[in-house]
């Protein structure tokens, strides 16, 4: 069926946007596909159906990524009924936008636990029986933010920062295992998130980008299938940025 056929995925966050383009893509590569959600059962429900009348399989695991307890409990479930898990996509991610000076301590909790700790807790927890098989692939996603910074996102970029940091070193102490880990940094893409900035706002981030475009969930997630795949065996440590130029 595909480069992936027979191997086990977990996308945390996948039900919708960025994750739902990811599970699809790599259920028609052949994996099956494990779709974390946190609340939104009825939009993860929706892309599972897609993505089983494309053909592919896959299963909801419904978790809280900033809850260790939680991602435990739902690899453990995971691995008891597959044996392995291949790939690990950690997308899952929260923003909580606003100046420092008003930003509230729980705001900043909420952004880090779910984005940075979110994304050590899985890796943590599948990682493990990873280093077992000998094999694993890893993408976490961080952003444009993480790297350039954006004033009124300083938990967001902060995060996604911490992100690059955690990948780089979780690199080099699996690379051994035959783990790569990786990161994607999107840059502007059109999602429901971005649908909702007002037009002016939009015109302007649009300037900034030199191939004049918003990305799509397909181009991160042609990304993240090439990353998880054969041809990226020799590629571990890096980040990818999808995002039209904008941060070079």
Same mark, same amino acid.
């Given at each position: $069926? ?22 699809? $893509? ?7 596909? $494990? ?12 892309? *599972? ?12 695991? @419904? ?66 029986? $990873? ?23 300083? #938990?967001?970029? #902060? ?26 940094? @999107? ?10 900035? @007002? ?10 980008? @030199? ?34 130029? *904008?941060?070079?």
């Amino acid at each position: $069926m595909g480069d992936l056929k027979g191997q086990i995925a977990l996308v945390t966050g996948g039900g919708r946007g960025i994750g739902k383009a990811v599970v699809l $893509m790599l259920g028609r590569l052949g994996a099956v596909v $494990m779709i974390n959600y946190r609340q939104n059962r009825q939009a993860a429900e929706a892309t *599972l159906e897609e993505l089983m009348a494309e053909g592919g399989g896959g299963e909801l695991f @419904p978790f809280d990524v900033a809850e260790e307890s939680q991602v435990e409990e739902a690899v453990k479930k995971i691995v008891d009924r597959h044996r392995k898990i291949d790939i690990l996509v950690n997308n899952a991610g929260v923003t909580s936008d606003g100046l420092l000076v008003r930003l509230t301590s729980e705001e900043w909790d909420r952004v880090i636990g779910i984005n940075l700790k979110g994304t050590v807790h899985c890796t943590k927890a599948v990682c493990r029986r $990873m280093i077992r098989e000998r094999y694993g692939r890893i993408v976490n996603f961080t952003s444009v933010v993480g790297q350039i910074g954006n004033a009124g996102q300083s #938990a967001y970029a #902060a995060s996604k920062a911490g992100i690059i940091g955690f990948t780089k070193a979780v690199a080099r102490e699996l690379a051994s295992r035959g783990i790569t880990v990786n990161a994607v940094a @999107p840059g502007f893409i059109d999602t429901e998130m971005t649908a909702q900035l @007002p037009e002016k706002l939009r015109e302007e981030f649009l300037r900034s980008i @030199p191939l004049a475009r918003f990305g799509t969930s397909r181009d991160v997630a042609e990304v993240v299938s090439f990353l998880v795949g054969s041809g990226a065996s020799y590629i571990t440590g890096q980040v990818i940025n999808v995002n039209g130029g *904008l941060y070079m």
